[in-house]
């Protein structure tokens, strides 16, 4: 069964440090969703991409936060630089389609970040 | 706006017995409603989801959720729990007002813990 990859699973860094993310999702998924878990709450949707566009970053902090999907396929979410706040589990999500379907994300194993 | 609420931090239960996790929604239009699973340090599972049609939905691991438009509720149920159960439940709505996209909202989560 295809999954969506994530790496590194566990980061641990120092505050003003920079950190970034990998995802890759499921072949052929078009939308890809990266959320911010912050421990005792439900994820919270951070940025969307439709193919290699941004369609939703309502919530990205842009001053310090980027996420890039350059050809459409994988994907980097990129913290510069990381403040203690920060330390919570980013999900990576994709799903086949979005515009008018109500389609269901598949999510990855997610990254723990530790910002000491 | 847009909300899901999960009234219960903890639902406890025996094993073998019938468990119920309540999830209740705020939307403006006709929701789509989704139930997810979340086990210690992973990223979440797919269980089930509304869309449309019957009130009964049947999902993966012998799940079923139930819609109630006029209690504006989606609980999630399982006739007998068992202790491979226990991890952590999330409920989401569609955002209907993300412009056609999948914009998920979801609530705090329910601690689900069964005991032998």
Not at chain 2, 23 to 49: A, I, M
Request: glycine letters at 8%.
């Amino acid at each position: 069964e295809a999954e969506v990859a994530q790496s590194p699973r566990y980061k641990i860094t120092e505050k003003s440090q920079a950190v970034a993310f990998w995802c890759d999702p499921i072949s052929g998924h078009a939308t890809l969703y990266w959320y911010r878990q912050i421990l005792g709450q439900g994820p919270e949707l951070l940025v969307q991409f439709q193919d290699e566009s941004v369609v939703d970053d309502s919530q990205l902090p842009k001053d310090r936060f980027s996420a890039e999907r350059l050809k459409g396929v994988d994907s980097t979410l990129k913290i510069q630089p990381a403040e203690l706040g920060d330390s919570a589990m980013y999900l990576c999500a994709s799903s086949p389609t979005t515009t008018g379907v109500v389609e269901t994300q598949y999510f990855g194993p997610g990254t723990r970040l530790l910002v000491l | 706006a847009q909300s899901v609420a999960q009234p219960e931090d903890q639902v406890n239960v025996a094993e073998g017995n019938p468990l119920t996790v309540k999830c209740t929604y705020s939307v403006s239009g006709n929701p789509y409603l989704f139930w997810y699973v979340q086990y210690p340090n992973r990223g979440l599972q797919f269980l089930l989801k509304y869309i449309t049609g019957d009130n009964l939905v049947k999902g993966s691991y012998g799940f079923e959720a139930e819609f109630n438009k006029s209690q504006t509720s989606f609980h999630l149920k399982k006739p007998s729990a068992l202790v491979s159960d226990s991890a952590l439940y999330f409920c989401a709505v569609r955002d209907l007002f993300s412009g056609g996209y999948n914009k998920l909202i979801f609530g705090a989560g329910t601690r689900l813990a069964v005991h032998p």
